[in-house]
């Protein structure tokens, strides 16, 4: 008998190909999600990192389905602000919430001062 030598076919072996595909495939597709992710979640990251925002809604309150008047602050400013299907209108500027109102103020109630600025505007 004569003995043959082996003949090696040049394939790799089936089951580490199909592994390596499979984690090349897990990899991508992680990579895809995590850029998705933080697509999404950019500005917050940057809010998180930065100082502490400036403007901010301090209170509302709604007057209607769709009106509403909105206490804003910014910085060391407070304003009174109306919001109705024609848009904003800024109706005060108001003190800060540190200062105490003056004692001259006259008292008026809020729909009297509502009036007050209407009235001005036309």
């Known amino acids: 008998m004569t003995n043959l030598p082996a003949i090696s076919s ?3 072996d089936m089951g580490s190909s199909l ?8 990899v ?4 895809f999600l995590g850029g998705v992710w933080l697509f999404r979640n950019w500005q917050r990251l940057g ?41 904003l209108t800024l109706l005060s500027h108001l003190p800060a919430a540190d200062e105490a109102p003056p004692e001259a103020a006259p008292k008026m109630s809020f729909a009297e001062a509502f009036q007050h600025v209407l009235a001005r505007k036309s």
């Open 19 to 26: 592994l390596r595909v499979a984690g090349a495939l897990v």
């Open 10 to 12: 040049g394939l790799p």
């Open 28 to 31: 991508v597709i992680a990579l």
């Open 47 to 87: 809010l998180r990192r930065g100082a502490a925002p400036k403007l901010s809604v301090l209170e509302v309150k709604s007057l209607g389905q769709r009106q509403a008047l909105y206490v804003v602050g910014y910085e060391q400013q407070r304003l009174l602000i109306a919001s109705s299907t024609a848009g």
